[in-house]
């Protein structure tokens, strides 16, 4: 049996001999239609398989892809007249989140996002997209800004979980994720999420607590990373590929669990294959959103959020 | 004794025995036993070895130096609500398994035989020195007081309830952070428990957090740090990462102090630190100056 990579492999062979043929034709004036389309056919068998045969620890790693676009590509692409504002106003600016301000279509909003970095050089410098408490309150600084100007706020998920250093535990990072949780919940303005690679508990948790969140077919979102929930509780980290098993991280499982409130296809291979087409598909849902969302009174979205996260958790009373 | 002897240098005067690691002396383990060893426990922190009964009559704090022995849930409230005056809510709330994760239901059961609690938080009304108040003591003791759906339900219900009838909420954190076995479901109990602490707050409810040992991840990250005061009892742990996962990632052994709730007093996330035998009276005089004149 193939691997997905032995796949994607194959199907990159069969786009070339495609091509080939496609200029012999052009060339030499030969019809290879019949050709191509059999190669095309055989190219959409070996796509069906990897859909099929893909497993949560397939949409680990793909949520993990280098090329994977982030969020300040997901900015760019989607939004108009960005303007990217920095900093918490008590300590610094962490550069594992960006925000600002920007507009789409005819919404001026607020946009904010955990950013990763799109090179070794940028993860660096992005710090591999682990936000640091000052990148949570710089994120509920622009949030509040947001609330007072009634701009609705948008928000990308992409984090392997909040930074853990001793710098993150002396600034307290555990007091300011559990302020955003709180502050979110009172937001009088919708806010829309979407998790676009990795979300890592309560560092992605700490900018979700959202009216609607999607969630991109190849990202995940759990309570921890499989490495780090395999070496909790098996005390073996190497374990991660069977914790994937388990979790429950993938977009499915989470809308099964109505955790989410839908999933944005990707092609084959991941968002970085055709970035157009998985972003228009961001910038749709967007704009629908926005449309239904900004037609509520403010009571009545602050209340439906809250209901929202009133209703997780199972349970039952026994006696 | 031959008189040239006398003059010699290193006549020995005494004898000394050699003392093994723990700085006791040789032997002086086997003199002790006359009493069996279940009465007796080592202090971790100094060695001492205490009566378990005396060490309960002083509060679960060792006699010697001082240090706090971590307590379940019933003796804690034994130590902080008035005598008689605890009244539970949702005593028999359980977990269900989200993840159908192997053996969950056999592990929360024989939990739950050891403890005589349904899950990893205690909550209902009580009075303390004549205030009342709703109350919530979670319990190291069961599953590392880790917050699966019934915590963080108890914990909600209880926040509503302190909402619905105008009382104080005082809540004593414990825990290990969110319940691995529950998944995503754990995770969404940070949003729902601090969702609801924002409406406790914007209608002006008092709500005092003690942090006790250990409290981590993602209860730190959610109702423990939300207090309008908090209050760490001498000594606990508090932090969000655990403390090896940071060992490991900045390769460097971290002091003792670290992630104490001394140590975030001088990082200024914490109100006020106080012993166990203090905790009682300072919860009181914090509640009755807000108070309202009747």
């Known amino acids: 049996m193939m691997t997905i990579r032995e796949k994607e492999q194959k199907i990159e062979e069969l786009n070339l001999k495609i091509s080939e043929l496609k200029l012999i034709e052009e060339n030499e004036g030969i019809d290879f239609q019949e050709q191509i389309e059999e190669l095309n056919d055989k190219i959409k068998e070996i796509e069906d398989l990897i859909v099929k045969e893909m497993t949560p620890w397939d949409r680990v790693l793909t949520s993990r892809e280098k090329k994977r676009p982030t969020a300040l590509e997901y900015i760019q692409e989607i939004f108009e007249d960005f303007v990217e504002l920095h900093g918490d106003r008590y300590f610094g600016d962490d550069k594992a989140i960006v925000g600002g301000i920007a507009r789409i279509d005819d919404f001026k909003v607020t946009v904010i996002g955990e950013q990763k970095g799109m090179n070794t050089k940028d993860n660096i410098y992005r710090n591999f997209g682990m936000p640091a408490p000052e990148g949570y309150r710089k994120a509920l600084r622009l949030m509040k800004q947001a609330e007072k100007f009634n701009r609705p706020i948008i928000t990308f998920i992409d984090t392997p979980g909040a930074f853990c250093g001793v710098s993150a535990e002396e600034r307290g990072q555990g007091e300011a994720i559990a302020r955003n949780l709180m502050e979110m919940a009172g937001l009088k303005v919708p806010v829309i999420s979407f998790i676009i690679g990795e979300g890592g508990s309560g560092g992605a948790l700490a900018v979700a607590v959202s009216d609607k969140i999607y969630m991109l077919e190849n990202s995940i979102y759990g309570v921890l990373s499989p490495e780090g929930f395999a070496s909790i509780l098996w005390k073996d980290g190497s374990r991660a590929q069977e914790a994937a098993d388990v979790m429950k991280i993938t977009a499915e499982d989470l809308a099964d669990l109505k955790i989410i409130d839908g999933i944005i296809k990707e092609p084959v291979g991941g968002a970085h294959k055709d970035f157009k087409k998985v972003s228009t598909s961001v910038k749709e849902i967007i704009l629908s959103e926005l449309e239904s969302l900004t037609k509520l009174n403010k009571s009545e979205l602050v209340n439906k959020r809250y209901e929202r996260f009133r209703a997780f958790g199972e349970f039952k009373i026994v006696e | ?294």
């Open chain 2, 1 to 294: 004794m031959p008189i040239g002897e006398l003059f010699r240098k290193n006549y020995k005067y005494i004898e000394l025995t050699k003392k093994n690691e723990a700085g006791k002396l040789e032997g002086e383990e086997k003199a002790v036993p006359s009493i069996p060893d279940d009465l007796l426990i080592k202090c971790p922190s100094c060695s001492e070895k205490l009566y378990k009964e005396a060490l309960a009559e002083n509060m679960y704090c060792c006699t010697a130096c001082g240090h706090h022995f971590r307590i379940n849930a019933r003796e804690r409230l034994q130590e902080i609500a008035d005598e008689g005056s605890f009244e539970e809510i949702d005593r028999t709330m359980v977990s269900v398994n989200t993840l159908d994760y192997p053996e969950y239901e056999k592990k929360i059961a024989s939990y739950q035989e050891k403890s005589g609690n349904y899950d990893g938080v205690v909550t209902g009304t009580c009075s303390i020195e004549g205030h009342k108040v709703v109350i919530g003591v979670m319990d190291s003791t069961f599953m590392m007081g880790s917050m699966g759906s019934v915590v963080g339900e108890k914990i909600t219900r209880a926040i509503e309830m302190a909402d619905a009838e105008k009382l104080p909420l005082v809540i004593f954190t414990a825990s290990g952070g969110a319940r691995m076995q529950e998944g995503i479901m754990s995770l969404m109990q940070m949003a729902k428990t601090s969702s609801a602490l924002k409406r406790f707050s914007d209608n002006g409810g008092l709500y005092i957090t003690v942090i006790t040992d250990p409290t981590t991840g993602g209860v730190t990250a959610s109702f423990a740090m939300l207090g309008d005061i908090i209050i760490g009892e001498k000594g606990a742990l508090i932090g969000f990462a655990g403390k090896r996962v940071i060992e490991q990632t900045i390769k460097q052994k971290l002091p003792d102090e670290f992630q104490t709730v001394e140590f975030l007093l001088e990082h200024g996330f914490i109100d006020a630190i106080a012993p166990r035998e203090e905790l009682k009276e300072l919860l009181a005089r914090i509640l009755s100056l807000h108070q309202e004149v009747q």
